[in-house]
């Protein structure tokens, strides 16, 4: 089963600002002891933007259900979604289960905007308040697998079984395993003629509480805060509607995203929705823990999943799912950015190196003054430490600028592997630091030493970085190494990791947009969240 055939249509990707762009509300999940702490949260639901707020009633102490119920009611400053979730569906309430639905039954009376109400239990509830219940009530009946997510047919049995009781909305939340369990949610969410809410539960399921808004969800869950979450993998309300731009998601928004594992503590999610959101872009960025490429991208094919970022360890993997391959990304071996043409195919591009690349230009021509046409690279002594996939990329990156390379790296075999595919020189670590055959040089540490927490060493002694007029480190934690500190105090420019990290966010966005890179918001914002 794939995305691809999903009636998914590309319109306009400019987006007027702050429009709503969907209908799937954002539904705080609201647990506490006491009936006044619950209207406490329901209240801090409102001001961090929820639509409703799900009342977990199996949470309360001492519950007197016609008092609070009709307190609950009463008071809420949002409408209200009531769950009396039992042990037996994943909940915390073990008592009586006729006292149970009994509450649920008053909850319709009493004024609810919508009911929980288990598949297990449906038809015996319905027909317990037949007539019984408010006019506006509507009744959700759920079903939560906490093994797996089913088959595409599966689910549509579930679905067709849960419409079958009277319901009035569907909800199906499964569990994912892969990334690419949430494909069989949205397919049958799509597709649905009843009001759904479809939701794969787990940190591989986040897609499906994001995305609800592009496939027609009915609602999504949106936590308080980082640690008051009802199911596993729930995102907080902040980063739906700050991070993620919840609102602005509609049925043609292009998916991007950076795929790696682990991802949680990437940040490119911040940079590129904030990019997207300041120029108007109809584009989402999510992280995106994938355990096997192939298998996420034959899954997710729809026209509408457009643009990836690659990092540790599917660098090499997302190089194999290409249709092309920029040649420089081909020679070494790895891609960091991916794009879905509109004929489908996949390019593969490798835009470390020209981050990197990037970076060194600016702080030649900042401290030299080197008229923009033409690379301030192109003859000078390139000297890279380390061969690994950074060491190859700036290999390349400087060759294809004109520089003269050398390579220095632990191991001579790997310097001389590398240096004659750039037609360079290759010395040892331990030779570099009697290498001065001219002043002047240029220098790119690409090996790890000097990154947290053996913040105290460097890959080359002060005294042998007189001989370079600029030196980069690609290491980012910490963003002054010691290497770069010495450089600078020997009268050497210096640039720093994270200018490579930006320069190729800078190519990726455009890449992805076809419009320019707002810099000065990436750069605000990656300074914000490191």
Same mark, same amino acid.
């Given at each position: 089963?794939?995305?691809?055939?999903?009636?998914?249509?590309?319109?306009?990707?400019?987006?007027?600002?702050?429009? %709503?762009?969907?209908?799937?509300? +954002?539904? &705080?999940?609201? +647990?506490?002891?006491?009936? $006044?702490?619950m209207l406490v949260k329901m209240r801090m639901a409102k001001e961090l933007g929820a639509d409703l707020v799900e009342v977990r009633l199996d949470f309360l102490k001492n519950f007197s259900p016609r008092q609070d119920l009709g307190v609950l009611i009463k008071q809420a400053p949002l409408p209200t979604l009531f769950t009396f979730r039992p042990t037996w569906e994943g909940g915390q309430y073990n008592g009586d289960e006729s006292k149970r639905q009994e509450a649920l039954r008053l909850a319709t009376e009493l004024g609810a905007d919508y009911v929980d109400v288990e598949l297990k239990v449906a038809h015996d509830f319905f027909n317990s308040i037949q007539g019984k219940k408010s006019g506006k009530v509507k009744i959700i009946v759920s079903s939560h697998n906490y093994e797996n997510t089913p088959s595409v047919e599966e689910i549509g049995d579930l679905v067709a079984r849960i419409q079958a009781t009277g319901a009035d909305i569907v909800k199906v939340a499964t569990t994912a395993l892969d990334i690419t369990d949430n494909a069989r949610i949205f397919q049958v969410v799509v597709h649905s003629n009843v009001p759904m809410i479809g939701l794969a539960m787990g940190e591989r399921g986040l897609l499906s509480r994001i995305l609800a808004a592009k496939f027609g969800g009915f609602l999504t869950f949106g936590a308080l805060n980082g640690e008051a979450v009802s199911a596993p993998g729930q995102p907080s309300i902040k980063d739906l509607l700050d991070l993620y731009n919840f609102r602005q998601i509609g049925a043609d928004t292009k998916v991007h995203g950076v795929i790696g594992k682990p991802i949680?503590? #990437?940040? #490119?999610?911040?940079?590129?929705?904030?990019?997207? *959101?300041?120029? =108007? /872009?109809? =584009?989402?960025?999510?992280?995106?823990?994938? $355990?096997?490429?192939? *298998?996420?991208?034959?899954?997710?094919?729809?026209?509408? /999943?457009?643009?990836?970022?690659?990092?540790?360890?599917? *660098?090499? $993997? =997302?190089?194999?799912?290409?249709?092309?391959?920029?040649?420089? &990304?081909?020679?070494?071996?790895?891609?960091?950015? +991916?794009? %879905? %043409?509109?004929? =489908?195919?996949?390019m593969g591009y490798n835009v470390d190196y020209l981050g990197a690349i990037a970076a060194i230009e600016e702080g030649l021509r900042a401290s030299n003054g080197t008229p923009a046409s033409g690379s301030p690279l192109a003859g000078k002594l390139f000297v890279v430490m380390g061969a690994g996939g950074a060491g190859k990329a700036l290999a390349y990156g400087g060759y294809e600028k004109g520089a003269r390379v050398v390579v220095a790296n632990r191991t001579y075999e790997k310097a001389k592997e590398l240096a004659s595919k750039v037609g360079g020189q290759a010395i040892t670590l331990a030779e570099l630091k009697d290498f001065h055959p001219e002043e002047g040089m240029i220098l790119a540490n690409t090996t790890s030493v000097g990154m947290k927490p053996r913040i105290d060493d460097t890959p080359l002694s002060k005294e042998a970085l007189k001989h370079y007029s600029l030196v980069f480190d690609a290491i980012y934690t910490p963003k002054l190494t010691r290497l770069l500190r010495e450089a600078q105090e020997s009268g050497a420019t210096i640039v720093y990791g994270t200018e490579m990290f930006i320069n190729q966010a800078f190519v990726q966005f455009e890449r992805f947009t076809g419009l320019p890179a707002p810099k000065q918001l990436i750069r605000d914002v990656l300074a914000r969240n490191t």
């Amino acid at each position: 089963m794939t995305l691809g055939s999903a009636p998914l249509t590309t319109a306009d990707l400019r987006i007027v600002d702050g429009a %709503r762009r969907n209908s799937t509300l +954002m539904c &705080a999940p609201v +647990m506490a002891e006491s009936v $006044d702490q619950m209207l406490v949260k329901m209240r801090m639901a409102k001001e961090l933007g929820a639509d409703l707020v799900e009342v977990r009633l199996d949470f309360l102490k001492n519950f007197s259900p016609r008092q609070d119920l009709g307190v609950l009611i009463k008071q809420a400053p949002l409408p209200t979604l009531f769950t009396f979730r039992p042990t037996w569906e994943g909940g915390q309430y073990n008592g009586d289960e006729s006292k149970r639905q009994e509450a649920l039954r008053l909850a319709t009376e009493l004024g609810a905007d919508y009911v929980d109400v288990e598949l297990k239990v449906a038809h015996d509830f319905f027909n317990s308040i037949q007539g019984k219940k408010s006019g506006k009530v509507k009744i959700i009946v759920s079903s939560h697998n906490y093994e797996n997510t089913p088959s595409v047919e599966e689910i549509g049995d579930l679905v067709a079984r849960i419409q079958a009781t009277g319901a009035d909305i569907v909800k199906v939340a499964t569990t994912a395993l892969d990334i690419t369990d949430n494909a069989r949610i949205f397919q049958v969410v799509v597709h649905s003629n009843v009001p759904m809410i479809g939701l794969a539960m787990g940190e591989r399921g986040l897609l499906s509480r994001i995305l609800a808004a592009k496939f027609g969800g009915f609602l999504t869950f949106g936590a308080l805060n980082g640690e008051a979450v009802s199911a596993p993998g729930q995102p907080s309300i902040k980063d739906l509607l700050d991070l993620y731009n919840f609102r602005q998601i509609g049925a043609d928004t292009k998916v991007h995203g950076v795929i790696g594992k682990p991802i949680g503590h #990437s940040k #490119s999610p911040h940079l590129y929705n904030a990019a997207f *959101k300041s120029v =108007g /872009f109809n =584009g989402i960025y999510l992280p995106l823990l994938v $355990d096997n490429v192939a *298998k996420y991208i034959s899954t997710y094919s729809s026209p509408d /999943f457009v643009g990836y970022s690659y990092t540790i360890p599917h *660098k090499e $993997d =997302g190089l194999r799912c290409c249709d092309e391959v920029d040649p420089i &990304a081909k020679a070494i071996g790895a891609i960091s950015c +991916m794009i %879905r %043409r509109p004929d =489908g195919k996949l390019m593969g591009y490798n835009v470390d190196y020209l981050g990197a690349i990037a970076a060194i230009e600016e702080g030649l021509r900042a401290s030299n003054g080197t008229p923009a046409s033409g690379s301030p690279l192109a003859g000078k002594l390139f000297v890279v430490m380390g061969a690994g996939g950074a060491g190859k990329a700036l290999a390349y990156g400087g060759y294809e600028k004109g520089a003269r390379v050398v390579v220095a790296n632990r191991t001579y075999e790997k310097a001389k592997e590398l240096a004659s595919k750039v037609g360079g020189q290759a010395i040892t670590l331990a030779e570099l630091k009697d290498f001065h055959p001219e002043e002047g040089m240029i220098l790119a540490n690409t090996t790890s030493v000097g990154m947290k927490p053996r913040i105290d060493d460097t890959p080359l002694s002060k005294e042998a970085l007189k001989h370079y007029s600029l030196v980069f480190d690609a290491i980012y934690t910490p963003k002054l190494t010691r290497l770069l500190r010495e450089a600078q105090e020997s009268g050497a420019t210096i640039v720093y990791g994270t200018e490579m990290f930006i320069n190729q966010a800078f190519v990726q966005f455009e890449r992805f947009t076809g419009l320019p890179a707002p810099k000065q918001l990436i750069r605000d914002v990656l300074a914000r969240n490191t």
